[in-house]
């Protein structure tokens, strides 16, 4: 049986990817700050798919904390088969108004804890020629976003990131992919301070759908998975365009 490391599994699309997991026969390493609410996913994937799940009560905002992480795992004495960053969180505000402490411990999560994570896992992959990373990214990674500066860019860096290692190890079967959400109820809108914002009010996806999308794009060893058409649509043209001054005032007026 193949293992998968689920990181922020307690809720959002990282509670439907510990179903997902589940549902096809592995063994599940659960981690997230709140250790009653994995509590209740274990104990769900266990009575319904008969898994084996592991909890781990961790908060990936902290220096060092993808290494110590890790280390816990390395505990239980299995191989991680694959690695899902999903954990991350961010923040809605102009740049000069928002809480530095929270802007860097976002930083730390979003970018260095994954960066831990996936460094330390594609190198025991590499070494057996063998398994998968997922990292989170976002739709913002495709374009700068006024009022959501900092989580856009931690989210471009991620992005970057996935397809270089993509490709740097297209050649074994290693893979890793990044998946670009747009808009999706999970509770992210309310923790970003996003609740009155038109980029929640209409096309959210839900986190079910986003996790299906994630993981059919991650068994088929895609360099990136952007789940739904409209997200699609809206990440190309970020992409084609040449006028990203356009793109920053077209986000000012949804945030």
Request: glycine share 6%.
């Amino acid at each position: 049986m193949k293992t998968v490391l689920i990181t922020g599994a307690s809720s959002g699309i990282g509670k439907e990817f510990a179903f997902l997991f589940a549902k096809n026969e592995y063994e599940l390493i659960l981690t997230a700050r709140r250790k009653e609410a994995l509590e209740i996913i274990a104990l769900e994937c266990e009575t319904k798919y008969k898994s084996k799940v592991h909890v781990i009560s961790h908060d990936l905002s902290e220096v060092n904390s993808g290494n110590t992480l890790a280390e816990k795992v390395a505990s239980l004495n299995l191989n991680v088969d694959v690695l899902v960053n999903n954990a991350g969180y961010g923040d809605h505000g102009n740049f000069v108004d928002v809480d530095r402490k929270k802007s860097l411990d976002m930083l730390q999560l979003n970018m260095v804890s994954l960066t831990e994570l996936t460094h330390i896992y594609a190198q025991k992959m590499a070494k057996r020629n063998d398994g998968k990373i997922l990292n989170v990214a976002s739709t913002a990674a495709f374009q700068p976003m006024a009022k959501f500066g900092i989580y856009a860019a931690t989210k471009a860096y991620v992005l970057h990131l996935t397809e270089a290692i993509h490709f740097e190890l297209k050649n074994t079967n290693v893979s890793v992919t990044a998946l670009c959400p747009g808009a999706t109820k999970t509770g992210f809108e309310e923790a970003a301070n996003l609740q009155d914002s038109k980029l929640f009010d209409r096309f959210v996806m839900d986190p079910k759908s986003v996790a299906e999308s994630g993981y059919k794009g991650l068994m088929k060893n895609k360099m990136y998975v952007i789940p739904g058409i409209r997200n699609k649509v809206l990440s190309f043209l970020a992409n084609a365009t040449p006028f990203r001054g356009l793109l920053v005032w077209f986000s000012s007026k949804l945030s």
